[in-house]
């Protein structure tokens, strides 16, 4: 299995970023990974089909919020957090205060 391609933090796009945030189901993504240290994929699916999850975190992992490895037959992803925060202080912090509607 081949790695995972991860942006630098210095690559990172507002525009990126924002439209990867823009969808629900990323959003919720992120907003789980802020909780937990690390999920799998499979913990965060929320029973959708493989193919619809990896697109999801495709576009994660390309805005540069989402960190993918290997860990056996399982995807683990944590939260860039501190990357995104080193890029644009507060944005993070701010989007995930926001209340879920």
């Given amino acids: 299995m081949r ?6 933090a210095s690559e990172f796009s507002l525009e990126r970023v924002l439209y990867a945030l823009s969808d629900s189901i990323r959003l919720d993504i ?3 990974l802020a909780r937990v240290e690390a999920a799998t994929c499979g913990e965060l699916d929320g029973g959708r089909p493989k193919s619809t999850v990896s697109h999801h975190f495709k576009v ?3 805005a540069g ?3 993918t490895e290997s860990s056996g037959t399982n995807h ?6 501190a990357d995104i ?8 912090s701010a989007i995930l205060a926001q209340q879920t509607s």
């Fill in 85 to 92: 925060e080193s890029r644009f202080p507060g944005l993070l």
């Fill in 60 to 62: 994660l992992r390309e």
């Fill in 65 to 67: 919020l989402v960190f």
């Fill in 30 to 32: 992120v907003r789980h």
């Fill in 3 to 8: 790695p995972f391609k991860h942006p630098a």
């Fill in 76 to 81: 683990m992803n944590t939260l860039r957090r």
